[in-house]
């Protein structure tokens, strides 16, 4: 998940040099570039976003026994943090120095580095091998797919529910909302019983407001509408339902007090955690902090579906991460990525991190908590995904609504100030 904090951090897997070795029929030295197996050495280049535990050193256990499997490969591994990796992959792409494989956000993020036509097509390397294209969840592809080509190959799946504390629920004769009056009138009531906060967000964490603003408008407007607005060609951003969904946002910060506005996710996260507030907002990736954390008995309940509204009720906001190869990858970089997606990765990957994986297989209830196979039954039953806001919509565009989000808890702006700047920059993109 996001982070507030962005390190830039670099870790390598240093191999020794090959020596030179003897056989039985010779004692000359391997050719250059030669290694002991006698075929030339290639090397791979692999980057990606997780320098912390317990990641990093199943990523590095993963390349060496690749390495072990395959002694003419050389793998080289470097990993940064979320903010410092995009603009690290900006550079890289810009100068056509993309490693070898490299992992990617879907959508939007995805779409910016295949429009460098630096990222290799994938529709031939899967159809060449049915067992692997069948054993990835067919759903998580969208993210990763332009124009009918496959440009990704989804590995890690997400997304975002209410968590909710239980015994908080029953102690107060409540259910999970179904509707987004049902949700309001269950924050009444808990503020009626004592909890001055009944529901609780780190406002000063803009990618957090984004989830928020991308879920309701979801819920409100028109697929016809996103899907125009969207894209920077055609976007006008006119429809009242914008105003609405800011509306809404506003109700739901004055249930969190003035607290939201000065943490991050991770405070209101360790709140939850703590038992001091009911309702928190939380990507299934956080279940295991949570389980980690406390003994809280918890569950979730997706966005309530919005009376009026265009959008999908039962959609559900998330996306998949997952992993890319450059035009220039080696033959080798294909069958690495085949590797780290195999099921059995996939299964002991879920079983050190805790987070849930798109490989058919990979998760079940003997590599992961109860609370995590409910949460994993609710991605898989969803009718359909809607991206990460941020991921979904041009940055500029992004960051107007998620400033104009923390503004507006505050009472600094109001819908129609935050509408008409998103409005003027639509049109700026345009030129």
């Known amino acids: 998940m996001k982070k507030k904090i962005a390190m830039f951090l670099a870790a390598a897997l240093l191999l020794p040099t090959l020596a030179a070795c003897s056989s039985g029929t010779s004692e000359e030295p391997n050719t250059p570039g030669e290694t002991p197996s006698g075929k030339d050495e290639v090397v791979i280049d692999f980057f990606h976003r997780w320098p912390n535990e317990p990641r990093k050193s199943f990523y ?26 995009k603009e690290k992959i900006r550079v890289l792409i810009s100068n056509d120095d993309l490693p070898d494989i490299f992992t990617s956000w879907s959508d939007s993020f995805a779409q910016n580095l295949v429009s460098s036509d630096r990222i290799q097509p994938l529709n031939e390397i899967l159809d060449a091998d049915k067992a692997w294209k069948d054993s990835i969840i067919e759903s998580q592809f969208s993210g990763f797919t332009f124009d009918d080509t496959v440009y990704g190959i989804p590995f ?90 800011l509306e809404i946002f506003k109700e739901l910060t004055e249930y969190m007090g003035e607290t939201a506005t000065a943490i991050d996710h991770e ?27 406390s003994d809280v008995e918890f569950g979730f309940f997706n966005f309530p579906e919005i009376e009026g509204g265009k959008g999908d009720k039962d959609a559900l906001t998330g996306a998949p991460e997952g992993w890319m190869i450059s035009k220039n990858a080696p033959q080798e970089a294909v069958d690495f990525l085949k590797f780290l997606t195999s099921k059995e990765t996939a299964y002991e ?35 359909a995904t809607a991206p990460w806001f941020d991921n979904a919509v041009n940055i500029n565009i992004a960051d107007i609504f998620m400033r104009g989000g923390q503004n507006l808890a505050i009472g600094e702006q109001t819908p129609e100030d935050i509408m008409k700047d998103v409005q003027a920059e639509a049109e700026r993109l345009k030129k």
């Open 60 to 85: 590095d256990q993963k390349a060496k026994e690749f390495m072990d499997a395959n002694p003419h490969v050389k793998i080289n591994i470097d990993a940064v943090l979320n903010d410092s990796y």
């Open 156 to 245: 890690t799946i997400d997304g975002k529910a209410f968590f909710y504390n239980k015994t908080i629920f029953e102690e107060n004769n409540l259910s999970a909302p179904k509707t987004y009056s049902e949700f309001v009138d269950v924050l009444k009531k808990l503020q009626e019983a004592g909890w001055e906060s009944p529901i609780v967000e780190g406002l000063t964490n803009a990618w957090a407001i984004s989830h928020y603003m991308g879920t309701i408008f979801q819920r409100v407007l028109d697929p016809a509408v996103t899907t125009k607005d969207y894209n920077v060609a055609t976007g006008e951003f006119t429809d009242p339902g914008y105003i609405r969904g």
């Open 267 to 293: 405070t209101a996260r360790n709140m939850f955690i703590a038992g001091e507030v009911p309702i928190v907002y939380m990507q299934f990736a956080e279940v295991k902090m949570v389980e980690d954390g």
């Open 349 to 383: 990957f879920t079983k050190t991190d805790g987070q849930l994986n798109a490989i058919i297989g990979g998760v079940d209830e003997t590599n992961t908590s109860a609370f995590r196979m409910e949460a994993y039954e609710i991605v898989n039953s969803a009718s």
